[in-house]
C-alpha cells in the first residue's frame, strides 16, 4: 500500500510577548524551573490554540460526506501554526487533512472506498500519510501488531499514538523527523509476547547532502 503525500503551507507562527520593566529597573528574578515550568504552559497553550484553529477551518471545507464519523479528528501533528489531522468518515474511509490556524492554505484527502486501507490479514506496518511542513511528519498504522518504538540511527524518535482506526483494529502513530531526511526508520513492533523489526522508508531519498536514517 503506498502512502499519500501531502505538502502543507506552514501558517504564521506564534507571536511571544516579552514582560515590561520600568527604565532602569531590572527584570525580576524568576527560577530556572519556574521559567520552564511558564514555558511549557505557554507552549501548551499556543498548541491547542493552533490545533482548534487549524479545526475549525478544515472542518469548514469539508463536503457533508467527508466529516468524521462516530469518532473525532485526532491531531497528528502541531508545526508552525499549521495542524495535521486524520480521521474516519462515517462510512469507514481513511481521511487526512491540515490546516492553517489563521489563514493560507487548506489540504484535505478521503480514500475513495473503504477497501482502500482495508485491514490487512497479516501482521504488518501501514505507511498512510507523510507531511513537509517545517518537519516531515509521519503517520503510519499496525494491524495485528503494535508498534513499540520508532528509532532512526538507534536513536529514538518522539513517538505519538492516535485514536485508532476500524473499529480498534488497526493502531495509529505518529511521529517526526527533519525535513528532508532520507532512509529508512526502523519501527520495533510487538506480537503478542514476541517483538519483531520492520522497516519503513521515508519520503526524501537518501543523499549526501540531507540527514539520513540507515
Same mark, same amino acid.
Given at each position: ?6 505538502? *502543507? ?41 493552533? $490545533? ?47 490546516? *492553517? ?15 482502500? $486501507? ?93 540527514? *539520513?536514517?540507515?
Amino acid at each position: 500500500m503506498k502512502r499519500v503525500i501531502v505538502s *502543507a503551507l506552514a501558517g504564521a507562527a506564534l507571536a511571544s510577548t516579552a514582560a515590561c520593566t520600568s527604565p532602569g529597573e531590572p527584570p525580576p528574578a524568576k527560577s530556572r524551573t519556574a521559567s520552564r515550568a511558564a514555558s511549557s504552559r505557554a507552549t501548551t497553550a499556543g498548541r491547542e490554540e493552533v $490545533t482548534a484553529g487549524a479545526r475549525r477551518r478544515l472542518l469548514a471545507q469539508l463536503p457533508t460526506r467527508d466529516h468524521p464519523g462516530r469518532a473525532p479528528m485526532s491531531t497528528a501533528a502541531v508545526d508552525r501554526g499549521s495542524a495535521l489531522f486524520v480521521w474516519e468518515t462515517g462510512d469507514r474511509r481513511f481521511c487526512f487533512g491540515s490546516a *492553517a490556524a489563521t489563514g493560507g492554505a487548506v489540504t484535505t484527502s478521503c480514500a475513495s472506498t473503504p477497501g482502500s $486501507t482495508a485491514y490487512s490479514s497479516r501482521p504488518t506496518v501501514v505507511p498512510l500519510v507523510v507531511t513537509a511542513i517545517t518537519d516531515q511528519h509521519e503517520v503510519l498504522g499496525a494491524d495485528h501488531e503494535a508498534v513499540v518504538k520508532v528509532t532512526c540511527n538507534g536513536r529514538p524518535l518522539a513517538l505519538r499514538r492516535l485514536a485508532p482506526f476500524l473499529d480498534g483494529r488497526r493502531s495509529l502513530y505518529a511521529f517526526d523527523v527533519p525535513a528532508r531526511t532520507g532512509g529508512r526508520v526502523t519501527v520495533t513492533v510487538r506480537r503478542g509476547h514476541t517483538t519483531a523489526t520492520e522497516h519503513m522508508k521515508l519520503l526524501w531519498e537518501d543523499r549526501g547532502n540531507h540527514p *539520513a536514517c540507515r
